[in-house]
């Protein structure tokens, strides 16, 4: 059993800054690459930024630049910055824990970028 927790999500205006916290229930990150995913209304699910169990970090083209994905494994956390928010970025943000095996999912956090 592995637990995800996101954190974090909210409304902002265009420009603006969020930071997006994942909590695991266990101690995983050594294990798991780690990924944020979002899915906006009427589109589907799609990866915005995914890092490795190493510490090396992708990104979506659209995010790139603006977005940074971290991660703490003393604290089993994983953290998307996002700034220069843009309407676009509308979504609700999934964490996603990937071993060889197993896939976790954690509840979604609502952003919404808007004036």
């Known amino acids: 059993q592995v637990q995800l927790v996101e954190s974090g999500g909210g409304l902002v205006q265009p420009g603006g800054s969020l930071r997006l916290s994942c909590a695991a229930s266990?101690?995983?990150?050594?294990?798991?690459?780690m990924g944020w995913y979002r899915q906006a209304p009427g589109k589907q699910r799609e990866l915005v930024a995914r890092?490795?169990?190493?510490?090396?970090?992708i990104y979506q083209d659209s995010v790139k630049g603006r977005f940074t994905i971290s991660r703490d494994n003393a604290k089993n956390t994983v953290y998307l910055q996002m700034t220069s928010l843009k309407p676009e970025d509308t979504a609700v943000y999934y964490c996603?824990?990937?071993?060889?095996?197993?896939?976790?999912w954690g509840q979604g956090t609502q952003v919404t970028v808007s004036s």
């Open positions: 996603n824990a990937a071993g060889t095996i197993l896939n976790y």
């Open positions: 266990r101690t995983i990150f050594s294990n798991f690459a």
């Open positions: 890092i490795t169990s190493g510490g090396t970090a």
